[in-house]
């Protein structure tokens, strides 16, 4: 968005109008913004999916056999029994089970964080489009006021050429000053109203955000 510089009239104690700049700060490209927003998400998601992935890492254990040694009785030559050692390899069933279990645990809890990371990111998009429809909107209508203030500026210094020329009383001349004023506070207010839009749009895109590789 283009930079936007308007030219303020500012009242002073003397009663003299002298011209200020007030400067909207540039946002960003829209691409940008979104950009930015849709790599928070991602950074975001890649966080939430991490103990997962740590947990993951080390299950491959519960799939290994016990091995150990049993001893069992055998027969001898002259007909008696004798104990040997005979290894023994056995498979936990109740530590297999329990791995398939938090398999589909954290599948379930994999698929619930991304389905709710992805409305949370569509209402984001929503809520900026928004914000930028209204930047956009309240920038143009600044300028606006600003060409009717200085519409109404030129009127004073008809009315101060009157006054010099004592064609008007003083009284006049002060209630289009006040009226001055009086636009002055509304012109303020517009360019704190638009540049706190411009910090709450710069808060939802997450900006600036460095793009996943």
Do not use: C
């Amino acid at each position: 968005m283009n930079k936007a510089s308007f030219s303020l009239l500012a009242f002073l104690l003397t009663g003299h109008l002298v011209t200020a700049q007030v400067d909207i700060p540039n946002l960003p490209p829209d691409s940008l913004l979104f950009a930015s927003l849709d790599s928070f998400y991602r950074q975001k998601e890649a966080a939430g999916l991490l103990p997962h992935s740590i947990t993951k890492k080390w299950e491959w254990l519960s799939y290994m056999p016990s091995a150990g040694i049993t001893y069992a009785l055998s027969p001898t030559a002259s007909g008696s029994f004798r104990s040997r050692p005979v290894p023994v390899i056995s498979l936990n069933a109740n530590a297999i089970g329990s791995v398939i279990h938090r398999n589909k645990l954290r599948k379930a809890q994999i698929e619930h964080l991304s389905a709710t990371l992805a409305l949370e990111q569509r209402q984001d998009q929503i809520d900026l489009h928004k914000r930028l429809d209204q930047f956009k909107h309240d920038l143009l209508a600044l300028s606006l006021y600003q060409q009717v203030y200085q519409i109404q500026n030129k009127i004073d210094t008809i009315k101060k050429a009157q006054l010099d020329s004592l064609l008007i009383k003083p009284s006049d001349y002060l209630a289009t000053q006040e009226a001055h004023l009086k636009q002055q506070i509304q012109y303020q207010d517009k360019v704190a109203t638009l540049r706190d839009l411009y910090w709450q749009i710069l808060a939802i895109a997450h900006y600036p955000q460095i793009p996943s590789p």
